[in-house]
């Protein structure tokens, strides 16, 4: 593995981890955390947050594998981006139907894909170039 590719992986293990606890945290006070919490969060949809919510205990694992340099932890960095993806078709076929939303929303799966998307990038550019991380 070339020098120049080690600190991306790092860094992209690094905010997968601090995402991934970020996301258990806001969506665990939003599922968990009372009437004011729920309040808060308006017009959230359910299976949206739900997701984003379990999601983020995946995002953890990924980031934990990807600085331990684990092939599995590619894998579930794809896997994330693609239920990310498929997450996202779900709430706009929510929304298409008529179904309440929070703006926010939008931009908050727009963000998880990009982050995602390019998280998992750098796991399988690296793994192609050197058959490992």
């Known amino acids: 593995m070339t020098a120049n590719r080690r600190p991306a992986l790092l860094i992209a293990a690094i905010v997968a981890v601090l995402f991934g606890a970020l996301t258990i945290f ?51 960095a794809v896997a994330i981006v693609v239920s990310t993806l498929g997450i996202m078709v779900a709430f706009w076929g929510h929304v298409l139907t ?27 550019r690296l793994a192609a170039r050197t058959g490992a991380l």
């Open 26 to 76: 806001s969506g665990g006070r939003a599922l968990f955390g009372g009437a004011e919490a729920r309040a808060a969060v308006g017009a959230a949809v359910p299976f949206v947050l739900w997701f984003n919510f379990l999601a983020g205990f995946a995002y953890v694992a990924a980031g934990v594998g990807l600085f331990l340099r684990h092939r599995w932890a590619v894998w579930l």
């Open 98 to 124: 008529g179904g309440a939303y929070e703006q926010r929303t939008i931009w908050a799966l727009a963000l998880r894909s990009a982050v995602w998307g390019v998280i998992a990038a750098i796991a399988l």
